[in-house]
């Protein structure tokens, strides 16, 4: 089965460092799983509606992708970019890159598996000072 290395980036907060997280996942992986696992990430209340879509960028929405489809029926998006919306009132939107270098699954690892990790998570519900 082939693995699919994610980019899950939150490049949308000016005053914070940068944050992303590269995972590996097999390619027949949900977009239900990869919500729930993104969650688990960001260590956010799972609490809030949700979406995946495709655009150009972020504003060009092309078309919402359903909850039960792989990735494997997503990928390859000519032209396109993947972002993850949660909670459609504060907005948190991510954006999701599929590496192009073909990886095999490996029987020694459990997936799906943090590679690589940068920035501190971004608070769900932070406390404003007055």
Known sequence: MEIYTLTISFPYDEDEQPWYRTIEVN????????????QTIIEFDDDHLYEFYTGKNPRNRAYSVPKKSKLN????????????????????LFEIKK?????????????????ESTGINPEQYPEYED
């Open 27 to 38: 390619e027949d992986f949900t977009l239900v799983k990869l919500h729930k696992y993104i």
């Open 73 to 92: 029926e997503i990928y390859p998006l000519q032209g396109y970019k993947l972002y993850y919306l949660f909670d459609f009132g504060d907005s948190w």
């Open 99 to 115: 590496s192009r270098k073909k990886k095999l699954e490996n029987k020694k690892y459990k997936y799906p598996l943090i590679i």
